[in-house]
């Protein structure tokens, strides 16, 4: 089973910036989207970033121009986050779809804490 593992996360001052990684123990055949998601304990599992294979790139309104998602060869996905404010707070979750057939099967990793504080 492969495992996705973040991290990266930490605690911040608002304005600052962090760099989060994504990196699979395996590899993932037939990816077709790789995300970013946060939640908090007030609010759902929102989408923050989308990067699918054929260079697609989908971004929260919240986060627009100060994320940035990307994917190297090795299908490690990062996520840029500059400009942070206490509302981005949360718990950031990477998430890899991969085809399976006409499914697209989930891989999620065990999220990194992102703290914005002064």
């Known amino acids: 089973q492969v495992q996705l593992v973040e991290s990266g996360g930490g605690l911040v001052q608002p304005g600052g910036s962090l760099r989060l990684s994504c990196a699979a123990s395996g590899i993932i055949y037939n990816i077709k989207v790789t995300d970013w998601y946060r939640q908090t304990p007030e609010k759902q599992r929102e989408l923050v970033a989308r990067?699918?294979?054929?260079?697609?790139v989908n971004y929260a309104d919240s986060v627009k121009g100060r994320f940035s998602i990307s994917r190297d060869a090795k299908d490690t996905v990062y996520l840029q986050m500059n400009s942070l404010k206490p509302e981005d707070t949360a718990m950031y979750y990477c998430s890899i779809g991969s085809a399976v057939g006409d499914f697209l099967r989930r891989y999620w990793g065990q999220g990194t804490q992102v703290t914005v504080s002064s």
């Open positions: 990067l699918t294979t054929n260079g697609v």
